[in-house]
């Protein structure tokens, strides 16, 4: 009995000691967690008013419209070089002169040529006179009479040559003097005294009097926005409180193949006081094409086959799904033709972890617009 009751004993205390030990365990295991709605931060922007139009601008430079490269027609040494860059010249003003030594001596040869080929043409009528004679006479054949006519014929045409050689021997001696063809400005000079050039190499460069343009190069990208007879907008930088009307005279009908750019001349008003060589700003409007937004690649995503753009509601800060339907693409960005207006915040970055209704939080800089905009609206609402 009394090993019964210890028995009995020991296994009371062994119960309550599990008891105890189940209870501790039980107050160990901490209650599970609540978990707050997850706000993400987002890259956001906001979509401005379309353009239809946009502005273009290039500068060029003023020049003449006729510029002349003036050279010798003649090849020799230049003796001397009488106007420098800036001076004014008129017409038949001698520019430079050229050493014409050799040119002189083929005159001399050449008048002797001409009065040996003469001597030959007496020599070959007397010839004939007297073939003639003798025909006459029946004394000579009739084929002598005609050798004595080529002879006469060719000795004529031989004195013929050497005058036109001498013609030319005193042409070259005249054109030992460059001399100006128009009335204008010196605006470059190739050669100096001492150099020998080569017939046609440019000497003086000539700025014709009359009219002005502005010669400006257009990359292919917008040389379809210029056609001869468009009128554009030319302000000169030395005045630009003034604003002059040219219009598009010239276009390069091919690019340079340098630089791939279209040579493109703007005639400047008669009394422009534009100077040459002074620097020129072409400002022209141009239709942008149909009013379309546009968005970054990555703003875009996808559900089957519709493209969609997540947008944020500024007053809940929570994201949207919005299809979209794309016009085109333009490097990295898509043009939206339906499905967005300006004013409208799209996610920009992230977009595989959006869903409807998720909270997110906007940049400093975008709520403050929101916020304007909210205002703006309110008092629109209030007039």
């Not at 003639?132 to 002598?144: I, R």
């Amino acid at each position: 009995m009394v090993f019964q009751a210890g028995r009995i004993k020991t296994t009371i205390a062994t119960s309550m000691l599990l008891a105890a030990m189940i209870g501790l365990a039980g107050c160990s295991e901490q209650a599970p967690e609540v978990q707050a709605d997850v706000v993400r931060p987002v890259k956001v922007m906001t979509v401005a008013q379309a353009q239809t139009a946009r502005e273009l601008e290039y500068s060029g430079t003023v020049r003449s419209r006729t510029e002349m490269a003036l050279g010798f027609r003649v090849g020799g040494k230049i003796t001397e070089r009488l106007v420098d860059i800036g001076d004014r010249v008129t017409k038949g003003d001698v520019l430079a002169r050229i050493d014409t030594t050799d040119y002189a001596l083929s005159v001399r040869s050449a008048e002797a040529n001409l009065a040996a080929a003469e001597r030959q043409v007496e020599t070959a009528a007397l010839a004939k006179t007297r073939a003639e004679d003798l025909f006459n006479k029946q004394v000579s054949s009739k084929s002598q009479l005609e050798q004595a006519q080529l002879s006469y014929n060719q000795a004529v045409s031989t004195r013929d040559a050497a005058l036109s050689t001498l013609e030319q021997a005193r042409n070259q001696v005249t054109y030992g003097a460059l001399q100006a063809d128009r009335t204008g400005i010196v605006t470059a000079v190739n050669a100096e005294a001492g150099q020998v050039v080569a017939a046609g190499t440019p000497v003086v460069t000539v700025a014709a009097d009359g009219e002005k343009e502005v010669l400006v190069a257009v990359p292919e990208t917008d040389i379809l926005a210029f056609k001869p007879g468009k009128t554009v907008k030319v302000t000169i930088w030395s005045n630009s409180g003034e604003t002059l009307e040219g219009k598009v005279r010239e276009v390069a009908g091919s690019a340079d193949p340098q630089s791939r750019t279209f040579a493109i001349r703007v005639s400047l008003p008669e009394n422009s006081p534009a100077l040459l060589g002074m620097t020129a700003l072409i400002s022209a409007a141009v239709d942008a094409g149909p009013s379309l937004v546009a968005v970054p690649l990555s703003a875009l995503a996808k559900q089957g086959e519709t493209a969609l753009v997540w947008t944020v509601d500024p007053s809940t800060e929570t994201v949207h799904a919005r299809p979209v339907e794309i016009a085109d693409f333009a490097g990295t960005e898509a043009r939206i033709a339906n499905g967005l207006k300006p004013g409208d915040i799209v996610v920009t970055a992230g977009t595989q972890f959006m869903r409807d209704e998720l909270k997110v939080k906007l940049p400093e800089a975008a709520n403050q617009q929101a916020s304007a905009t909210g205002q703006d609206k309110t008092a629109q609402l209030v007039r």
